[in-house]
C-alpha cells in the first residue's frame, strides 16, 4: 500500500508558475513510477507526464512539453511537478499516481492515487 498526497497547488496568473509536491508513505516509494494526471470539468482524466522509478525515464503529453518538469527525490520519498509558463488551458484538479513497472500511461494501469490538487490559471 502507498499513500500519496499532493500539495501546491492554486490559483496563478498565467504566463505563471507552481510547483506541485506528492509525499509518498507506506512501501517503498522508490520501487514505483509515478505519474501525474490531470482532469477538468467536463473532461476525462488524462497523463501530464510520468516518470520511472530511479527518475532515469521520463515522458510528457505533447500539451505541456517545454513547459513542465517531472521529478522526484526517493531519499524524501517525494516527487514534484513543475509547472512554468502556465496557460488558463491548465487548469484542473492534479492528480499524483504510483505504479510498478514503467511506461504506463493509462488511468488504469496506475495503483494508488492521491486525493488531488487544485491548479486554476486566470487569463
Known amino acids: 500500500q502507498v499513500q500519496l498526497v499532493e500539495s501546491g497547488g492554486g490559483l496563478v496568473q498565467a504566463g505563471g508558475s507552481l510547483r506541485l509536491s506528492c509525499a509518498a508513505s507506506g512501501r517503498t516509494f522508490s520501487s514505483y513510477a509515478m505519474g501525474w494526471f490531470r482532469q477538468a470539468p467536463g473532461k476525462e482524466r488524462e497523463i501530464v507526464a510520468a516518470?520511472?522509478?530511479?527518475?532515469?525515464?521520463?515522458y510528457y503529453a505533447d500539451s505541456v512539453k517545454g513547459r513542465f518538469t517531472i521529478s522526484r527525490d526517493n531519499a524524501k520519498n517525494t516527487g514534484y511537478l513543475q509547472m512554468n509558463s502556465l496557460k488558463p488551458e491548465d487548469t484542473a484538479v492534479y492528480y499524483c499516481?504510483?505504479?510498478?513497472?514503467?511506461?504506463?500511461?493509462?488511468?488504469?494501469?496506475?495503483?494508488?492515487w492521491g486525493q488531488g490538487t487544485q491548479v486554476t490559471v486566470s487569463s
Open positions: 499516481a504510483a505504479t510498478l513497472g514503467y511506461r504506463k500511461l493509462r488511468v488504469d494501469e496506475y495503483v494508488y
Open positions: 516518470i520511472k522509478w530511479n527518475g532515469f525515464e521520463t
